[in-house]
Protein backbone atom coordinates (compact mmCIF):
# COMPACT_ATOMS: atom_id res chain seq x y z
CA UNK A 1 0.00 0.00 0.00
CA UNK A 2 1.43 3.48 -0.76
CA UNK A 3 2.50 5.84 1.89
CA UNK A 4 -0.11 8.09 0.76
CA UNK A 5 -2.65 6.57 2.86
CA UNK A 6 -1.10 7.79 5.82
CA UNK A 7 -2.78 9.97 8.00
CA UNK A 8 -6.10 9.74 6.26
CA UNK A 9 -9.36 9.65 8.48
CA UNK A 10 -11.03 5.99 6.42
CA UNK A 11 -14.85 6.63 6.22
CA UNK A 12 -16.26 3.18 7.40
CA UNK A 13 -19.11 2.79 5.80
CA UNK A 14 -19.85 -0.58 7.65
CA UNK A 15 -20.66 1.26 10.71
CA UNK A 16 -23.01 3.93 9.33
CA UNK A 17 -25.01 1.57 7.13
CA UNK A 18 -27.67 4.09 6.16
CA UNK A 19 -25.03 6.71 4.70
CA UNK A 20 -24.63 7.42 1.78
CA UNK A 21 -21.92 5.94 -0.40
CA UNK A 22 -19.55 8.92 -0.79
CA UNK A 23 -16.40 10.18 0.57
CA UNK A 24 -13.15 11.88 -1.30
CA UNK A 25 -11.37 9.68 -3.27
CA UNK A 26 -8.61 8.42 -1.14
CA UNK A 27 -11.08 7.08 1.67
CA UNK A 28 -12.70 5.28 -1.12
CA UNK A 29 -9.68 4.06 -2.45
CA UNK A 30 -8.54 2.27 1.05
CA UNK A 31 -12.22 0.32 1.10
CA UNK A 32 -11.24 -0.80 -2.61
CA UNK A 33 -7.59 -1.46 -1.77
CA UNK A 34 -8.88 -3.87 1.10
CA UNK A 35 -10.96 -6.18 -1.08
CA UNK A 36 -8.33 -6.45 -3.34
CA UNK A 37 -5.60 -7.69 -0.95
CA UNK A 38 -7.73 -9.99 0.02
CA UNK A 39 -9.06 -11.02 -3.03
CA UNK A 40 -5.87 -11.26 -5.09
CA UNK A 41 -3.06 -11.17 -2.70
CA UNK A 42 -3.99 -13.93 -0.81
CA UNK A 43 -3.64 -11.51 2.79
CA UNK A 44 -5.65 -12.48 5.50
CA UNK A 45 -7.82 -9.86 8.39
CA UNK A 46 -4.88 -9.38 10.72
CA UNK A 47 -2.81 -9.23 8.02
CA UNK A 48 -4.48 -6.71 5.75
CA UNK A 49 -4.90 -4.63 8.93
CA UNK A 50 -1.67 -4.79 10.54
CA UNK A 51 -0.48 -3.01 6.87
CA UNK A 52 -2.61 -0.37 7.80
CA UNK A 53 -1.93 0.18 10.99
CA UNK A 54 2.10 0.42 10.55
CA UNK A 55 0.82 2.91 7.72
CA UNK A 56 -0.62 4.97 10.45
CA UNK A 57 -3.96 5.04 9.01
CA UNK A 58 -6.24 5.74 11.86
CA UNK A 59 -10.10 4.14 12.05
CA UNK A 60 -13.15 6.34 12.06
CA UNK A 61 -12.70 6.91 15.63
CA UNK A 62 -9.22 7.10 15.62
CA UNK A 63 -8.18 4.24 16.99
CA UNK A 64 -5.59 0.75 15.08
CA UNK A 65 -7.55 -1.37 12.82
CA UNK A 66 -8.58 -5.10 13.99
CA UNK A 67 -8.72 -8.14 11.96
CA UNK A 68 -12.73 -7.93 13.10
CA UNK A 69 -12.54 -4.78 11.45
CA UNK A 70 -11.60 -6.19 8.38
CA UNK A 71 -14.14 -8.77 8.32
CA UNK A 72 -16.50 -6.67 9.16
CA UNK A 73 -15.82 -4.57 5.21
CA UNK A 74 -15.43 -8.17 3.84
CA UNK A 75 -19.18 -9.58 3.95
CA UNK A 76 -20.27 -6.18 4.25
CA UNK A 77 -23.55 -6.48 1.15
CA UNK A 78 -23.46 -2.51 1.67
CA UNK A 79 -20.55 -2.03 -0.22
CA UNK A 80 -21.68 -3.31 -3.69
CA UNK A 81 -24.86 -0.71 -3.56
CA UNK A 82 -27.15 -3.28 -1.38
CA UNK A 83 -29.49 -2.13 1.67
CA UNK A 84 -30.44 -5.52 3.63
CA UNK A 85 -33.47 -5.39 6.40
CA UNK A 86 -35.01 -7.83 8.25
CA UNK A 87 -31.44 -9.69 9.41
CA UNK A 88 -32.19 -10.64 12.96
CA UNK A 89 -35.79 -10.94 15.35
CA UNK A 90 -35.63 -8.42 17.88
CA UNK A 91 -39.21 -9.56 19.17
CA UNK A 92 -37.48 -12.89 21.05
CA UNK A 93 -35.39 -12.85 23.52
CA UNK A 94 -31.77 -13.01 22.34
CA UNK A 95 -29.88 -12.06 19.15
CA UNK A 96 -31.93 -15.04 16.66
CA UNK A 97 -30.89 -14.38 13.01
CA UNK A 98 -33.36 -15.17 10.18
CA UNK A 99 -32.55 -17.66 7.14
CA UNK A 100 -31.65 -15.63 4.49
CA UNK A 101 -34.62 -16.25 2.17
CA UNK A 102 -36.59 -13.85 5.11
CA UNK A 103 -34.08 -11.18 4.38
CA UNK A 104 -35.79 -7.77 2.18
CA UNK A 105 -32.58 -7.48 0.27
CA UNK A 106 -32.64 -3.96 -2.34
CA UNK A 107 -29.82 -3.94 -4.90
CA UNK A 108 -28.62 -0.93 -6.68
CA UNK A 109 -29.74 1.06 -3.33
CA UNK A 110 -26.80 3.08 -3.48
CA UNK A 111 -23.75 3.73 -5.41
CA UNK A 112 -21.55 0.60 -5.22
CA UNK A 113 -17.63 0.93 -4.28
CA UNK A 114 -16.63 -2.36 -5.58
CA UNK A 115 -17.77 -4.48 -8.07
CA UNK A 116 -20.48 -7.35 -7.67
CA UNK A 117 -17.52 -9.59 -9.18
CA UNK A 118 -15.02 -8.31 -6.83
CA UNK A 119 -17.29 -8.84 -3.29
CA UNK A 120 -18.74 -12.75 -4.49
CA UNK A 121 -14.50 -13.32 -5.18
CA UNK A 122 -14.17 -12.41 -1.66
CA UNK A 123 -16.35 -14.12 -0.38
CA UNK A 124 -15.15 -17.79 -2.32
CA UNK A 125 -12.04 -16.70 -1.21
CA UNK A 126 -13.25 -16.59 2.47
CA UNK A 127 -14.92 -20.17 2.44
CA UNK A 128 -11.61 -21.31 1.09
CA UNK A 129 -9.81 -20.11 4.01
CA UNK A 130 -12.56 -22.35 6.10
CA UNK A 131 -12.54 -20.19 9.06
CA UNK A 132 -16.00 -18.35 8.65
CA UNK A 133 -15.50 -15.36 7.19
CA UNK A 134 -17.08 -15.44 4.22
CA UNK A 135 -20.41 -15.87 6.28
CA UNK A 136 -22.25 -12.60 6.06
CA UNK A 137 -24.89 -14.16 9.43
CA UNK A 138 -24.19 -16.98 12.00
CA UNK A 139 -27.57 -18.66 12.77
CA UNK A 140 -28.07 -18.42 16.24
CA UNK A 141 -27.49 -21.89 18.21
CA UNK A 142 -25.88 -23.68 15.10
CA UNK A 143 -22.37 -22.72 16.64
CA UNK A 144 -19.62 -25.67 15.85
CA UNK A 145 -18.32 -27.01 19.46
CA UNK A 146 -14.74 -26.00 20.07
CA UNK A 147 -12.18 -28.79 20.71
CA UNK A 148 -9.71 -26.23 22.65
CA UNK A 149 -10.31 -27.19 25.94
CA UNK A 150 -8.10 -24.54 27.28
CA UNK A 151 -10.25 -22.01 25.34
CA UNK A 152 -10.03 -19.14 27.99
CA UNK A 153 -8.14 -20.56 30.56
CA UNK A 154 -4.45 -20.36 28.74
CA UNK A 155 -3.58 -16.42 28.46
CA UNK A 156 -0.33 -14.77 26.75
CA UNK A 157 2.72 -13.74 28.08
CA UNK A 158 3.43 -11.34 27.26
CA UNK A 159 0.42 -9.18 26.52
CA UNK A 160 -2.28 -10.82 28.96
CA UNK A 161 -5.00 -11.39 25.82
CA UNK A 162 -6.46 -14.83 26.00
CA UNK A 163 -5.39 -17.21 23.92
CA UNK A 164 -7.94 -18.71 21.37
CA UNK A 165 -7.80 -21.16 18.88
CA UNK A 166 -6.32 -21.39 15.19
CA UNK A 167 -6.41 -24.24 12.84
CA UNK A 168 -3.74 -23.71 10.02
CA UNK A 169 -4.59 -23.79 6.18
CA UNK A 170 -4.41 -27.43 4.88
CA UNK A 171 -2.83 -25.63 1.79
CA UNK A 172 0.35 -24.20 4.30
CA UNK A 173 3.70 -26.62 5.16
CA UNK A 174 1.86 -26.87 8.93
CA UNK A 175 -1.69 -28.12 6.78
CA UNK A 176 -4.07 -29.23 9.45
CA UNK A 177 -2.37 -28.12 12.89
CA UNK A 178 -4.35 -26.83 14.77
CA UNK A 179 -2.45 -23.83 17.40
CA UNK A 180 -3.21 -21.70 20.33
CA UNK A 181 -2.59 -18.52 19.31
CA UNK A 182 -2.59 -14.97 21.14
CA UNK A 183 -5.70 -13.20 20.44
CA UNK A 184 -4.18 -9.97 20.91
CA UNK A 185 -2.02 -10.71 17.81
CA UNK A 186 -4.86 -11.94 15.65
CA UNK A 187 -7.48 -8.97 16.45
CA UNK A 188 -5.04 -6.14 16.24
CA UNK A 189 -1.93 -7.14 14.82
CA UNK A 190 1.93 -7.44 15.79
CA UNK A 191 1.89 -3.76 16.70
CA UNK A 192 -0.07 -4.78 19.85
CA UNK A 193 1.49 -8.33 20.33
CA UNK A 194 4.57 -10.12 18.13
CA UNK A 195 2.83 -13.68 17.42
CA UNK A 196 2.82 -16.68 19.35
CA UNK A 197 1.24 -20.11 18.77
CA UNK A 198 1.52 -22.89 20.42
CA UNK A 199 0.52 -26.58 19.03
CA UNK A 200 -2.64 -27.80 20.45
CA UNK A 201 -1.85 -30.93 21.14
CA UNK A 202 1.77 -30.53 23.08
CA UNK A 203 0.53 -28.18 25.29
CA UNK A 204 -2.63 -30.07 26.17
CA UNK A 205 -0.45 -33.27 26.70
CA UNK A 206 1.80 -31.14 28.89
CA UNK A 207 -0.91 -29.29 30.98
CA UNK A 208 -2.76 -32.87 31.17
CA UNK A 209 0.09 -34.54 32.76
CA UNK A 210 0.82 -31.90 35.29
CA UNK A 211 -2.83 -31.32 36.44
CA UNK A 212 -2.98 -35.26 36.46
CA UNK A 213 0.04 -35.53 38.93
CA UNK A 214 -1.05 -32.39 41.22
CA UNK A 215 -4.35 -33.20 41.62
CA UNK A 216 -3.90 -37.03 42.37
CA UNK A 217 -1.49 -35.74 44.95
CA UNK A 218 -4.07 -33.68 46.62
CA UNK A 219 -6.60 -36.05 46.97
CA UNK A 220 -5.07 -38.43 48.67
CA UNK A 221 -5.77 -38.88 52.38
CA UNK A 222 -6.05 -35.64 54.17
CA UNK A 223 -4.01 -33.57 51.92
CA UNK A 224 -6.27 -31.71 50.31
CA UNK A 225 -7.76 -30.58 53.72
CA UNK A 226 -4.03 -29.45 54.94
CA UNK A 227 -2.98 -27.83 51.63
CA UNK A 228 -6.40 -25.20 51.99
CA UNK A 229 -5.58 -25.00 55.97
CA UNK A 230 -1.79 -24.05 54.65
CA UNK A 231 -2.76 -21.65 52.08
CA UNK A 232 -5.74 -20.29 54.89
CA UNK A 233 -2.49 -19.63 57.25
CA UNK A 234 -0.10 -18.48 54.80
CA UNK A 235 -1.97 -15.71 53.06
CA UNK A 236 -2.85 -14.76 56.85
CA UNK A 237 0.05 -14.94 58.13
CA UNK A 238 0.56 -11.22 58.64
CA UNK A 239 -2.44 -11.42 60.53
CA UNK A 240 -1.79 -13.99 62.85
CA UNK A 241 2.05 -12.29 63.70
CA UNK A 242 -0.03 -8.90 65.28
CA UNK A 243 -2.42 -10.72 66.96
CA UNK A 244 0.78 -12.67 68.61
CA UNK A 245 2.60 -9.59 68.93
CA UNK A 246 -0.53 -7.95 70.64
CA UNK A 247 -0.76 -10.83 72.99
CA UNK A 248 2.51 -10.41 74.08
CA UNK A 249 2.58 -6.77 74.71
CA UNK A 250 -0.84 -7.60 76.36
CA UNK A 251 0.97 -9.85 79.08
CA UNK A 252 3.87 -7.36 79.44
CA UNK A 253 1.75 -4.68 80.55
CA UNK A 254 -0.53 -6.83 82.89
CA UNK A 255 3.19 -7.68 84.76
CA UNK A 256 3.90 -4.10 84.63
CA UNK A 257 0.59 -3.09 86.27
CA UNK A 258 0.57 -6.11 88.48
CA UNK A 259 3.78 -5.16 89.69
CA UNK A 260 2.87 -1.46 90.30
CA UNK A 261 -0.67 -2.47 92.15
CA UNK A 262 1.89 -4.58 94.65
CA UNK A 263 4.39 -1.84 95.17
CA UNK A 264 1.62 0.56 96.34
CA UNK A 265 -0.28 -1.94 98.08
CA UNK A 266 2.83 -2.54 100.15
CA UNK A 267 3.16 1.17 100.69
CA UNK A 268 6.32 1.30 98.16
CA UNK A 269 4.45 3.72 95.93
CA UNK A 270 5.45 7.28 95.39
CA UNK A 271 3.35 10.05 94.10
CA UNK A 272 4.09 9.63 90.33
CA UNK A 273 3.20 5.71 90.48
CA UNK A 274 -0.55 6.32 90.36
CA UNK A 275 -0.48 8.67 87.25
CA UNK A 276 1.80 5.78 85.36
CA UNK A 277 -0.52 3.10 86.40
CA UNK A 278 -3.47 5.34 84.96
CA UNK A 279 -1.47 5.53 81.70
CA UNK A 280 -0.56 2.09 81.92
CA UNK A 281 -4.21 0.64 82.58
CA UNK A 282 -5.76 2.95 79.72
CA UNK A 283 -2.63 1.62 77.12
CA UNK A 284 -3.48 -2.03 78.03
CA UNK A 285 -7.61 -1.64 77.87
CA UNK A 286 -6.25 -0.11 74.28
CA UNK A 287 -4.24 -3.22 73.31
CA UNK A 288 -7.25 -5.36 74.38
CA UNK A 289 -9.89 -3.55 72.40
CA UNK A 290 -7.04 -3.80 69.10
CA UNK A 291 -6.07 -7.64 70.16
CA UNK A 292 -10.01 -8.27 70.32
CA UNK A 293 -10.78 -6.21 66.35
CA UNK A 294 -7.59 -8.07 64.95
CA UNK A 295 -8.22 -11.73 65.91
CA UNK A 296 -12.57 -11.59 64.73
CA UNK A 297 -10.83 -11.03 61.32
CA UNK A 298 -8.87 -13.65 61.69
CA UNK A 299 -11.25 -16.13 61.93
CA UNK A 300 -10.72 -20.77 62.36
CA UNK A 301 -10.78 -21.43 59.07
CA UNK A 302 -12.90 -24.70 58.95
CA UNK A 303 -12.86 -26.88 55.68
CA UNK A 304 -16.71 -28.20 54.78
CA UNK A 305 -16.97 -31.35 54.42
CA UNK A 306 -18.81 -31.84 51.68
CA UNK A 307 -16.97 -29.56 50.27
CA UNK A 308 -13.95 -31.52 50.37
CA UNK A 309 -15.97 -34.78 49.27
CA UNK A 310 -17.58 -32.50 46.16
CA UNK A 311 -14.05 -31.83 45.19
CA UNK A 312 -12.58 -35.19 45.46
CA UNK A 313 -15.41 -36.23 42.97
CA UNK A 314 -14.50 -34.15 40.10
CA UNK A 315 -11.18 -34.85 40.46
CA UNK A 316 -11.77 -38.41 40.04
CA UNK A 317 -13.88 -37.41 37.16
CA UNK A 318 -11.39 -35.05 35.66
CA UNK A 319 -8.87 -37.71 35.90
CA UNK A 320 -11.03 -40.03 33.49
CA UNK A 321 -11.77 -37.57 31.28
CA UNK A 322 -7.78 -36.46 30.86
CA UNK A 323 -7.25 -40.42 30.34
CA UNK A 324 -10.26 -40.91 27.95
CA UNK A 325 -9.29 -43.02 24.37
CA UNK A 326 -11.35 -40.07 22.92
CA UNK A 327 -11.96 -37.00 24.56
CA UNK A 328 -14.88 -34.67 25.21
CA UNK A 329 -13.42 -31.10 24.87
CA UNK A 330 -16.91 -29.86 26.19
CA UNK A 331 -17.27 -31.65 29.52
CA UNK A 332 -13.42 -31.33 30.08
CA UNK A 333 -13.07 -27.26 29.56
CA UNK A 334 -16.08 -27.14 32.29
CA UNK A 335 -14.28 -29.26 34.73
CA UNK A 336 -10.38 -28.06 34.09
CA UNK A 337 -11.97 -24.48 34.53
CA UNK A 338 -12.87 -25.57 38.03
CA UNK A 339 -9.27 -26.09 38.95
CA UNK A 340 -7.12 -24.43 36.74
CA UNK A 341 -7.74 -20.78 36.40
CA UNK A 342 -4.90 -19.88 34.05
CA UNK A 343 -2.00 -21.53 32.01
CA UNK A 344 0.68 -20.06 30.68
CA UNK A 345 3.83 -20.64 28.32
CA UNK A 346 6.89 -18.54 28.60
CA UNK A 347 8.57 -17.99 25.55
CA UNK A 348 12.58 -17.72 26.03
CA UNK A 349 12.15 -20.77 28.75
CA UNK A 350 9.31 -23.17 27.06
CA UNK A 351 8.05 -23.40 30.62
CA UNK A 352 4.42 -23.97 31.00
CA UNK A 353 3.00 -22.89 34.40
CA UNK A 354 -0.33 -23.97 35.58
CA UNK A 355 -2.47 -22.12 38.16
CA UNK A 356 -4.03 -24.69 40.38
CA UNK A 357 -6.84 -22.77 42.14
CA UNK A 358 -9.84 -24.25 44.26
CA UNK A 359 -12.96 -21.91 45.43
CA UNK A 360 -16.44 -22.07 47.51
CA UNK A 361 -18.61 -19.44 47.17
CA UNK A 362 -16.42 -16.85 44.98
CA UNK A 363 -13.73 -17.16 48.32
CA UNK A 364 -10.23 -18.67 47.22
CA UNK A 365 -9.69 -21.59 49.70
CA UNK A 366 -6.12 -22.94 47.83
CA UNK A 367 -4.23 -21.71 44.89
CA UNK A 368 -0.80 -22.44 43.83
CA UNK A 369 1.74 -22.48 40.70
CA UNK A 370 3.29 -25.24 39.25
CA UNK A 371 5.80 -25.26 36.29
CA UNK A 372 6.05 -27.59 33.62
CA UNK A 373 8.19 -28.05 30.80
CA UNK A 374 7.09 -28.05 26.95
Not at 10 to 32: A, S
Not at 298 to 316: G, H, M, N
Request: hydrophobic letters at 35%; a neutral charge; proline letters at 3%.
Amino acid sequence: MESRYAGLTVYLLFLCPNNPHKGPPEEIDIIQWIFNQYAFENKGYHKIASELNQQQVPTQKGGTWSASTIRAIIINESYIGSKVWNKQDYQTKGEKWRDRSEWIITENAHPALITKELFEQCQAAAKRRNNGGGETHKPFGNKIASPFWLRGIMVCDKCGSRMVGNSASTRSKNGGHRYYTCGGYLRKGKEFCSYVGWKKERVEEVVTNKIRTTLLRLSMDNQLEEEIRMYHNEKNKHVIAQVSSLAAEITFLEKRVDAVVGDMNAGKGKSFHQEMLDEMKTELMEKKAEHAAVSEGLREFDVPEEYIASVKYDIQTLIGLLDAEVQNPQILHQIVSKFVSKVVVQRETKNVYVTVQFTNADEVLYEKNVVAEM
